[in-house]
């Protein structure tokens, strides 16, 4: 198929053409045209405090000055190592506004993470938190890198003014003890930032935005490098694709513009995810953006966020599988209001059905489940934003002007039938220019298929006979019993299904008589018991012999990732160094 021809499916949304067009602009144009026609709506909303669009495009401009002032050019990297804080947009812009390739870093790294990520691209410049951890942190990570210009962000004038007077005064805003000579602040910079030097000529096609850091769950970081265009395509597609109903029982309609909808900003931003689907697409469509620095606040963890929602109102939220099983498990979920939500995307991993059940069950909203990864912007499918075409289970079809191929394993050369599994391959204007410096890695993961240049995910799922695409598990992640496959999300999903479990996650351990058992460790829901024979039990009654669990641990967590991904790959490796 090609990607203007339409998907081969009688469930294609009505209404949603299968091609886009008019994304050929630089990133920051996003903003640019947001400020332009909505100046006065809010933007960013953080504790109680807003940020209009002008005022954001402003501060943009003022910090493409200030970088042009200290000798960033076109195409030098400059490194952002914050949480979501309202800094992180105009930052982001005004880099790119500066010619400069933007470069997300994970606020939780420790120095040595951040060193290597900071020397592997080369940076430039790096703006991180006045705070008593981060700030230390990047002193020490800059140590041997190119790194000459330090940008401190503090969040007191980003409060409202009695909130800042008295954080303050009680000593309740985060700061640094101490800070290094030569090092500057953000507010200053701002203040002092001259007009910013015409903005150097942008090829969205070839010209990188984006540096954004992959892999490391599986090896050694590698930064997938996003053209402007790559970017811009993927808000095209999401805006193209999601239809909602704005009333009960009216027809759906694209995303309404100009301050209608409010994003949930509790994905990070640092991530590709979170990026796009929250505070890029709030961008694109004149939307406010709640910032949520620290969505696990409050006691029990995630109620803070619970307080935002009611307080704030907001419709959209982007969020991963494990973020909708803390709402629905949370003990005081009942007393908070979270009506005002209209739709929910989940990615990053995949959803079990019953978690959506239960979420849609407990919320009222409705969530539509996609797929995508860094390297393509990320959103490659999606389910259609309705009841009716929605498939649980499934993550829909590959988005407007983008293809799916389902290729064989061994070569990742041969497509195959439908029903079929194999690694799922992707093309369209979203995919990456490439990764960092690693033409060898490059190699590996693109073919050439009747002329398309397709990416190899290393996913494995198929299409079915109505054309809807299901992720079957991460190549890396399939565990052979016996000379069968077992696909672990296979496993976990009919684990979900038990009253008692909250978060499962399943891998493989080696076993001297069939090469590898099927080991699940166990999060229950607060409250809960649960003995290892009555899960074996439910398993023996919903799943085939070489498919159950021969070994169950019991944890009061399982490990999960800063974006709230499972890491199969930390419980493997424990289980590996032990006796099952």
């Not at 990297?77 to 105009?90: D, E, G, I, S």
Request: proline fraction near 9%; hydrophobic fraction near 40%.
């Amino acid at each position: 198929m090609s990607p203007t021809s339409g998907w081969p499916t009688p469930h294609w949304p009505e209404g949603v053409p299968h091609t886009i067009s008019g994304f050929e602009k630089p990133l920051f144009a996003v903003l640019d045209e947001s400020a332009r026609e909505f100046p006065d709506k809010a933007y960013t909303v953080f504790s109680g405090a807003s940020r209009t669009f002008a005022q954001v495009k402003t501060t943009a401009d003022r910090i493409a000055g200030f970088l042009a002032s200290r000798g960033v050019k076109k195409g030098d990297r400059v490194a952002v190592f914050l949480p979501n804080l309202p800094h992180y947009p105009p930052i982001y812009f005004g880099i790119l506004k500066a010619g400069g390739v933007c470069v997300t870093c994970n606020p939780l790294y420790t120095a040595k993470e951040l060193n290597y990520q900071l020397k592997d691209c080369g940076a430039k410049a790096v703006f991180c938190m006045d705070h008593p951890q981060f700030y230390p942190t990047t002193v020490k990570a800059i140590e041997g890198t190119e790194v000459e210009t330090v940008v401190i962000c503090g969040v007191k004038s980003y409060l409202p003014k009695l909130k800042g007077i008295l954080g303050g005064l009680l000593g309740k805003i985060p700061k640094a003890a101490a800070y290094e000579a030569g090092h500057l602040f953000f507010d200053e910079v701002v203040a002092a930032a001259k007009a910013p030097p015409p903005l150097p000529a942008v090829d969205p096609l070839r010209d990188i935005a984006l540096i954004v850091y992959t892999g490391g769950t599986t090896g050694v970081p590698k930064g997938a490098c996003l053209t402007h265009s790559n970017l811009t395509a993927n808000l095209t597609a999401i805006d193209t694709w999601m239809r909602l109903e704005h009333e009960p029982g009216a027809a759906p309609e694209r995303q309404r513009r100009g301050g209608f909808h409010t994003y949930l900003g509790v994905l990070p931003w640092y991530h590709i995810f979170g990026m796009t689907c929250a505070m890029l697409s709030a961008c694109a469509s004149g939307s406010r953006l709640i910032c949520v620095p620290d969505p696990r606040a409050g006691k029990p963890p995630f109620t803070e966020v619970l307080k935002i929602v009611q307080g704030e109102r907001p419709t959209l939220m982007p969020a991963v599988p494990t973020l909708f099983m803390a709402f629905t498990n949370h003990a005081q979920l009942a007393q908070y209001d979270l009506s005002s939500f209209m739709g929910c995307f989940s990615g990053g991993a995949p959803l079990p059905p019953e978690v959506c059940r239960r979420f849609e069950e407990k919320t009222g909203a409705i969530i539509f489940e996609g797929y995508g990864l860094s390297e393509t912007s990320p959103v490659a499918a999606a389910n259609p934003t309705n009841t009716r075409q929605r498939r649980i289970g499934s993550v829909g079809f590959p988005v407007p002007a983008t293809d799916i191929k389902i290729l064989d394993l061994e070569s990742g050369q041969q497509e195959l039938p439908k029903g079929e599994d194999g690694e799922i391959a992707v093309s369209g204007p979203q995919v990456m220019k490439g990764y960092w410096g690693r033409p060898e890695e490059d190699e590996k993961v693109f073919r050439t298929i009747g002329g398309q240049r397709f990416f190899l995910t290393g996913d494995i799922g198929h299409i079915d006979a109505e054309g809807y695409v299901l992720i079957t598990d991460r190549k890396k992640d399939m565990i052979l019993v016996g000379g069968f496959n077992v696909y672990p999300r296979d496993v976990e999903d009919i684990l979900y299904q038990h009253p008692k479990i909250a978060i499962v996650a399943v891998v493989g351990v080696p076993d001297p008589k069939s090469g590898e058992a099927v080991k699940a460790f166990i999060q229950l829901k607060p409250g809960e018991t649960a003995t290892v024979e009555e899960i074996q039990a439910f398993c023996k009654e919903n799943m085939t012999g070489y498919k159950r669990p021969r070994f169950i641990e019991f944890r009061d967590a399982l490990p999960v990732s800063n974006v709230g991904k499972v890491l199969r790959r930390v419980l493997r490796d424990e289980a590996r160094a032990k006796k099952p």
